[in-house]
């Protein structure tokens, strides 16, 4: 149990265009998500908070109207980026919070990787 | 904001051999620490945690220990085995359950 993916595993896009990515819990429901950032050879940044039924919570530095994220079910968040340029290329890495009593574990999906040309 | 440092970046060790790997962390408030091991590409994996509540955990050659106080935790590989060599990363939780990681370390068990 407790399996969480993300579409697509990777993608390719031109400079100037939106990518979307998704990321849902297959088997329980996740009032949150997070989305995290990780550059080649660094750490996993957090870049916002995803809530269902309301608006996301941004990290400090993180632009809310490039990174655009929409939780309108307990089973799915989704990322879109916008106008992408080459320096958004990254790995992209959801999770989603089951919030059970009996555990603080969250669960992460597979990542995206995103390659802006 | 939450501040988490970890060391070493690198560690390299012979199999059989143990490792240890130090973070420390910043927020009073944090109250949940997970360790992740990540291979090339892959999602990142959990592989122990602890609340704050607990001194030690252990289970099998994975060990963590937490020390409030000094507001630092660590991860200890005994027995170290080639498929441990990864890159692990250690997190706190200020309560709020986003997570906050270290800059990672790139373990190699040489065989």
């Known amino acids: 149990g407790a399996v969480v993916s993300q579409h697509p595993s990777w993608v390719i896009c031109k400079s100037g265009t939106s990518v979307k990515i998704e990321c849902r819990s297959l088997?329980?429901?996740?009032?949150?998500m997070f989305w995290y950032r990780q550059f080649p050879k660094q750490s996993l940044m957090l870049m916002a908070t995803s809530n269902e039924g309301s608006k996301a919570t941004y990290e400090q530095g993180v632009e809310k109207d490039k990174f655009l994220i929409n939780h309108a079910s307990l089973t799915l968040s989704t990322l879109t980026v916008t106008s992408a340029h080459p320096e958004d290329s990254s790995f992209y890495i959801c999770?989603?919070?089951?919030?059970?009593?009996?555990?603080?574990?969250?669960?992460f999906g597979p990542g995206t990787r995103l390659t802006v040309l | 904001g939450e501040n988490v440092e970890q060391h070493p970046s690198t560690l390299s060790v012979q199999e059989g051999d143990s490792a240890v790997i130090k973070c420390t962390y910043s927020d009073s408030a944090s109250n949940y620490f997970p360790w992740y091991k990540q291979e090339l590409g892959k999602r990142p994996q959990l592989i122990i945690d602890?609340?704050?509540?607990?001194g030690e955990k252990k289970d099998q050659r994975i060990a963590v220990t937490l020390n409030k106080t000094a507001k630092h935790f660590s991860l200890h590989i005994t027995e170290t085995q080639p498929e441990d060599s990864a890159v692990y990363f250690c997190?706190?939780?200020?309560?709020?359950?986003?997570?906050?990681f270290g800059s990672g370390t790139r373990l190699q068990v040489q065989p």
């Open positions: 999770s989603a919070d089951p919030r059970l009593a009996v555990t603080d574990t969250q669960y």
């Open positions: 602890i609340r704050s509540n607990v």
């Open positions: 088997d329980f429901q996740a009032t949150t």
């Open positions: 997190a706190s939780d200020t309560g709020r359950r986003a997570l906050t």
